[in-house]
Nanobody, 127 residues
Framework: QVQLVESGGGLVQAGGSLRLSCAAS????????MGWFRRAPGKEREFVAA????????YYADSVKGRFTISRDNAKNTVYLQMNSLRPEDTAVYYC????????????????????WGQGTQVTVSS
């Protein structure tokens, strides 16, 4: 079992930055790829970024590439999402998730490959 708790969301002006954190409990965090997803009002949940269990592979959605950075600290059981140059269209609830398969980042952008989810943290970007 993995329990995930996100933090770091809030209200920020366009062009600003936020850093989300996702703290994990359980012994298998460092065996799993981790992903960030988001759900904007009235829209489906979408992939944002993912990082392999070792941190060696990193993936981004085109919409955030060059602005967001995902990282992880396996010693702290934590994954981060640094968000820069925020835009109003980044407004959403952001969720972190743990991949269902150990040592795999297959289908990293498919939410159904993730078995464990946090409760989400709201990010609001004002124009």
């Amino acid at each position: 079992q993995v329990q995930l708790v996100e933090s770091g969301g809030g209200l920020v002006q366009a062009g600003g930055s936020l850093r989300l954190s996702c703290a994990a409990s359980g012994r298998t965090f460092n065996m799993r790829a981790m992903g960030w997803f988001r759900r904007a009002p009235g829209k489906e949940r979408e992939f944002v970024a993912a990082i392999s269990w070792s941190g060696g592979n990193i993936y981004y959605a085109d919409s955030v590439k060059g602005r967001f950075t995902i990282s992880r600290d396996n010693a702290k059981n934590t994954v981060y999402l640094q968000m820069n140059s925020l835009r109003p269209e980044d407004t959403a609830v952001y969720y972190c998730a743990a991949h269902r398969t150990f040592y795999s980042d297959s289908d990293y952008d498919n939410q159904y490959e993730y078995d464990y989810w946090g409760q989400g943290t709201q990010v609001t970007v004002s124009s």
